[in-house]
C-alpha cells in the first residue's frame, strides 16, 4: 500500500502538466493551452477575413486568446482584413504576415481598444488599424498580453456617451 501511495504521489506532477492542444475554431487554428486556458493563433492557409475572438469555449472551458504566433497569415498575400476582438491587445510572437501583405491588410479592433493596438509591437507594422463600427469592446479587458509597457487603462482618454441624452 505504500508503495501504491509513493507511485501515486510521484505521477503527480505529470498530471498537474498543462496539455497544449491544436485546435480549429470557427476556420482559425489554434495552440491550445488547457491549463492557463489561453490560446494563440497558429500559421493556416487563411483566405479573406481572419476573424479571432477574445474567447472561445473549448472542453466545456472559456479560453483567452493571448497570442498570435509566427507566420500565422504569411500566406502570400490572401488576408485581406483581420477582425481581432480582444480587447487586451495579445502578443504578436515574431512577424506574423509577409512584408509586402503588411501594407494590405486592414486590421479591425474593439474602438476603446485601437490606441493600444497602436502602440504595440507587431500590431502597429499594419499600415492600417480601424476601429469597429459596432463593437467599442470590453472596458474591463482594455490592456495588452504583449511584453510592453502599456498598463491596463493607464494611457486612455475614454469618453462614453449617455445613450438617453447622447453627450
Given at each position: 500500500?505504500?508503495?501504491?501511495?509513493?507511485?501515486?504521489?510521484?505521477?503527480?506532477?505529470?498530471?498537474?502538466?498543462?496539455?497544449?492542444?491544436?485546435?480549429?475554431?470557427?476556420?482559425i487554428h489554434y495552440?491550445?493551452?488547457t491549463d492557463k486556458r489561453t490560446a494563440a493563433v497558429m500559421h493556416s492557409d487563411y483566405k479573406?477575413?481572419?476573424?479571432?475572438?477574445?474567447?472561445?469555449?473549448?472542453?466545456?472551458?472559456r479560453i483567452k486568446v493571448t497570442c498570435i504566433l509566427p507566420e500565422a497569415f504569411a500566406n502570400q498575400n490572401k488576408v485581406t482584413d483581420i477582425y481581432c476582438f480582444?480587447?487586451?491587445v495579445p502578443h504578436i510572437d515574431g512577424v506574423v504576415v509577409d512584408d509586402t501583405a503588411i501594407g494590405n491588410?486592414?486590421?479591425?479592433?474593439?474602438?476603446?481598444?485601437?490606441?493600444?493596438?497602436?502602440k504595440v509591437n507587431g500590431w502597429r507594422s499594419f499600415k492600417t488599424i480601424s476601429p469597429m463600427a459596432d463593437y467599442e469592446g470590453d472596458l474591463s479587458e482594455i490592456g495588452t498580453y504583449a511584453n510592453e509597457k502599456?498598463?491596463?487603462?493607464?494611457?486612455?482618454?475614454?469618453?462614453?456617451?449617455?445613450p438617453v441624452t447622447g453627450k
Open positions: 500500500m505504500k508503495k501504491l501511495f509513493i507511485l501515486l504521489l510521484s505521477l503527480l506532477p505529470l498530471m498537474a502538466m498543462a496539455e497544449v492542444l491544436e485546435a480549429t475554431i470557427d476556420g495552440q491550445v493551452d479573406g477575413t481572419a476573424t479571432i475572438p477574445a474567447y472561445f469555449d473549448f472542453a466545456q472551458m480582444a480587447s487586451c491588410i486592414t486590421v479591425h479592433v474593439p474602438a476603446l481598444a485601437v490606441p493600444y493596438y497602436q502599456l498598463t491596463p487603462r493607464e494611457k486612455l482618454d475614454i469618453h462614453i456617451k449617455n
